[in-house]
């Protein structure tokens, strides 16, 4: 950061990009030269998205580079775990297996594969020019303070600070602080329940107390959140000491009254970004059908789960989640606002804490003993 703040405004995107290469890079070598070669792919296809005024040609260039974006996803982060159900589904048939060796899973491709599709997207929108030069595309696509935890960084929010920024002593004072509350959130708080947490939903589950069972979900409930929090704050710290202002991506989501509140409090980026580009172009709260409105709903939380990681607890997260997101349309907003805030907010605190289990235990089979003992 002492180099960035030193350099010459003309060679700071520069610098930030070469330390952003290299935190990829020393994260996963060999993955940076497909994340540069596809990221000069489609810089150049998005710019004939922009330039070409023939519709199909627009709707080809556009499919081209969400297929190549989904793709690497797809690739990196889902192929190990849909050869391993293959496998699964073959040995119940008592066929041979399929031979794989296991991709590994590079940092930060969840956050910045969603920018790509923003990038693409509003550019189709026209929403906002493209980037003239290549190297302020990768900055936006690689730049590292959000790539382990988000928030997730929109393209129209944050061209013009890419192209032109200025930051201010008051900026890395701010930066500065932002960044050391994020900091003592992960290192004091997150990682000390951490331990608790571990201890009570990583061991014997059909051991635990019942005290040990709440114990152990109450300090994961709040690990989840200093841990994500912080490491967003973390985030939002470092890129505003370079002059950037990403989002913020969490507003008190324990105090929420309703899982429908809960998910405007809680990782806001990831909520934005999914109702924007899955739920209303399935038809938002516009569709005749209401059973289809709920539908869509409950799959837009299926997605949401599976973005989280590849694995089947984290689909179960997001479909109890989904599966409350309806009870609130249908009936439980109505019975929340009579019974009053604060025994709406133990109700809500409740039900997240719950769903915690589902996201911390892999096995179904496990996460009901959990269940049991509580």
Do not use: C
């Amino acid at each position: 950061m002492l180099v960035y703040v030193l350099l010459p405004k003309k060679a700071k995107n520069y610098w930030a990009l070469l330390v952003s290469i290299l935190f990829y890079a020393w994260g996963a070598p060999n993955f940076i030269y497909v994340v540069l070669a596809t990221s000069l792919l489609d810089f150049y296809l998005v710019k004939a998205i922009y330039t070409t005024e023939n519709q199909n040609r627009k709707k080809l260039y556009l499919s081209t580079s969400l297929v190549l974006n989904l793709g690497l996803l797809a690739y990196f982060k889902y192929a190990n775990f849909f050869i391993e159900n293959v496998n699964l589904a073959l040995g119940e048939l008592g066929m041979a297996s399929l031979h794989w060796t296991s991709v590994a899973l590079p940092i930060g491709i969840s956050f910045f594969t969603f920018q790509t599709l923003t990038y693409a997207i509003e550019v189709y929108r026209k929403d906002h020019a493209p980037f003239e030069k290549p190297t302020q595309y990768l900055l936006y696509k690689l730049i590292f303070p959000h790539a382990i935890a988000g928030p997730i960084i929109r393209f129209k929010s944050v061209a013009a600070q890419v192209v032109d920024r200025t930051e201010t002593p008051d900026d890395r004072l701010i930066g500065l602080f932002r960044f050391s509350i994020g900091l003592a959130k992960k290192v004091l708080i997150a990682n000390v329940l951490a331990k608790q947490a571990d201890l009570y939903m990583g061991g014997e589950l059909s051991e635990l107390s019942f005290d040990e069972a709440w114990v152990g979900i109450l300090a994961y409930t709040f690990q989840i959140y200093f841990d994500f929090s912080g490491y967003s704050d973390m985030a939002i710290g470092l890129a505003r000491m370079m002059g950037f202002r990403f989002p913020e991506n969490f507003d008190s989501p324990y105090s929420s009254s309703s899982i429908t509140e809960f998910w405007r409090r809680w990782h806001i980026t990831l909520g934005a970004f999914m109702r924007d580009f899955l739920y209303i172009p399935l038809g938002g709260n516009r569709v005749s059908n209401k059973w289809r409105l709920y539908f869509n709903l409950w799959l837009v939380f299926l997605v949401s789960g599976l973005w989280h990681g590849a694995s089947w607890n984290f689909v179960l997260w997001g479909a109890f989640h989904g599966l409350f997101l309806i009870f609130d349309r249908l009936f439980l907003l109505k019975f929340l606002e009579k019974i009053g805030k604060v025994p709406a907010a133990i109700f809500t605190f409740f039900v997240v804490a719950m769903a915690w289990v589902l996201f911390r235990i892999e096995s179904w089979t496990n996460a009901k003993i959990f269940y049991s003992q509580l």
